[in-house]
C-alpha cells in the first residue's frame, strides 16, 4: 500500500460535510460493537508491580473504523494486566508525522507504533516482503503460515533488533483496490492512465504496464479525481474508501479475478513495534501477553474491517459503482512484470533476500504453485 516515500494519511477533508457525517456514523457504531466484542482473560498481576507501566502507542490510522478498533484494544489492556500494563493510544499525526514513527519509537519519543509495515522499505528493503507485494502470496492464512510457521518472525525481530526495536508480531488489514473514473477490465486499460500508487515496487509494476504514476496523501486524492488530475487511485479497502467518497469522484472499482481482490497487494499488513528499552522492562510473563495479545488484535481488526466493507460494498452498489474485475490472462502478465521486480527489490538487502527466499519456496510448493522454474529462470538471489 505505502512506503517511506509516500506520506502520512490525511483526515477527511472538513469541506465535505457527507463524508464527515457517514464516518462519525460509522465510528459511533463501531465503538459501540468494539466495546461488546474486544474481551479476554484479566491478566494477573505480578504483585511486585508496584505502578502501572503506561506505553504510548501511535497508529497509522487517521480515524475511521481502523483507528476505533485500535482505541477499543488498546483501552482494553489495563483491565487485562490486572494495571501492570496500560496502552495509552494516538491516532496518526497527534504526535509525529507518520514516516517519523519509526524514530520516535527508536529514540523513546513514542514507546510503540502500529504502522503499515511497508513505510518502512526505504531504510530497510526487508520490509518490502513483510507485508504483501505485486503477485506474491494472496492470501492472509499465507502471510501467517510465512510469519508464524515458516520463520519470518524470527527474521522481522532480527532485522528490527539491529535497528533498536523489537518487531511483536503483524496485524492484518484488508486487501488495496483501485477506483477509477473509466472502466478498467485488462491490463491494457491501465497505459497513458493518470495513477495515484505508493511508491516502491507497486508503483514500479504499474509503470511497466504503461500507467502514468503518482504520489499523492490521502488527502489529495478526492480533490485529485474531482479536478480530473489523475483518472485512477488505489488506496485502502471498501469500508475507508467508501467514507471518503470516491464513489461521488469515480465510477468503477478494478479488482482481481473472482477471490483476488487484489493483484497488487492484497493482504496489507500492519504490526505492533516496540522500543527495545521499554520492551526488555517488561517481564518475561507480561512480553508473552503482549505476543498473544497482538494474535487476538489481529484477529478482531481483521474480522471487523472485513464486517465494515461488505456494509460498504451495498453502498457503493447503491451508489452506481461498477467493479471491474481483471481475466486470469491479466494476472499472467502482471506476474511476467512482477517477477524481475521481486529479484530487483531482494537483492538489496540480505534481511530482503531471506525473507523473499522463504516466500518464493512456498509460492512454489505444492501447496501453493504459484510460480513454476520456468517463470524464475535466469534470475537468482544474493542469499
Keep these: 500500500m505505502k512506503d517511506e516515500t509516500e506520506k502520512a494519511t490525511e483526515a477527511l477533508p472538513a469541506t465535505d460535510s457527507g463524508r ?4 462519525k456514523k460509522s465510528l459511533q457504531g463501531t465503538a459501540a460493537l468494539g466495546a461488546a466484542t474486544i474481551t479476554g482473560a484479566p491478566f494477573i498481576r505480578n504483585a511486585e508491580a ?21 482505541k477499543d484494544w488498546c483501552n482494553s489492556i489495563i483491565e487485562k494486566t490486572g494495571g501492570e500494563l496500560a496502552f495509552k493510544p494516538f491516532g496518526a499525526k497527534d504526535v509525529v508525522g507518520e514516516f517519523q514513527l519509526f524514530d520516535a519509537v527508536k529514540n523513546g519519543v513514542l514507546d510503540a507504533m502500529n504502522p503499515f509495515t511497508l513505510y518502512w522499505a526505504g ?29 519470518g518472525l524470527e527474521l522481522a525481530r532480527e532485522a528490527f533488533g539491529k535497528l533498536g526495536l523489537h518487531y511483536v508480531g503483524p496485524i492484518q488489514h484488508d486487501a488495496n483496490i483501485i477506483h477509477s473514473k473509466v472502466p478498467i477490465r485488462s491490463i491494457d486499460d ?13 508503483a ?5 504496464a504503461g500507467a502514468k504514476t503518482t504520489l499523492l496523501p490521502g488527502s489529495e486524492i478526492f ?25 461521488q469522484v469515480t465510477k468503477y472499482v478494478s479488482m482481481g479475478p473472482p477471490g483476488f481482490m487484489s493483484i497488487y497487494q492484497p493482504v496489507d499488513l500492519m504490526d505492533l513495534t516496540v522500543s527495545k528499552k521499554s520492551w526488555n522492562k517488561l517481564s518475561d510473563k507480561m512480553k508473552q501477553f503482549v505476543e498473544n495479545e497482538v494474535h487476538v488484535y489481529s484477529d478482531l481488526h481483521f474480522s471487523k474491517i472485513q464486517k465494515a466493507d461488505q456494509e460498504a460494498w451495498k453502498k457503493f452498489e447503491e451508489a452506481g459503482t461498477e467493479v471491474t474485475r ?25 534481511y530482503a533476500a531471506r525473507a523473499f527466499k522463504i516466500q518464493l519456496d512456498y509460492m512454489m510448493s505444492g501447496s501453493l504453485g504459484y510460480v513454476t522454474p520456468d517463470m524464475i529462470k535466469g534470475y537468482s538471489l544474493k542469499v
Design 20 to 23: 464527515r457525517s457517514f464516518l
Design 50 to 70: 508496584a505502578q502501572t507501566t503506561t506505553w504510548k502507542i501511535q497508529t497509522s490510522w487517521p480515524g475511521g473504523i481502523g483507528l476505533e478498533i485500535f
Design 123 to 151: 531504510r530497510m528493503p526487508v520490509a518490502v516482503f513483510l507485508s504483501s507485494y505485486p503477485l506474491g502470496l494472496r492470501q492472509p492464512s499465507e502471510w501467517d503460515a510465512f510469519y508464524y510457521g515458516l520463520g
Design 190 to 202: 491501465f497505459r497513458g492512465r493518470k495513477m495515484r500508487l505508493p511508491g516502491g515496487m507497486v
Design 204 to 208: 514500479e509494476l504499474f509503470q511497466a
Design 223 to 247: 480533490p485529485a479525481l474531482e479536478k480530473g488530475t489523475i483518472d485512477v487511485a488505489d488506496y485502502v479497502g471498501p469500508a475507508i474508501n467508501y467514507a471518503l467518497g470516491f464513489h
Design 326 to 350: 481483471l481475466s486470469e490472462d491479466d494476472v499472467e502478465a502482471f506476474t511476467e512484470l512482477a517477477i524481475p521486480l521481486w529479484f530487483k527489490w531482494a537483492n538489496k538487502d540480505p
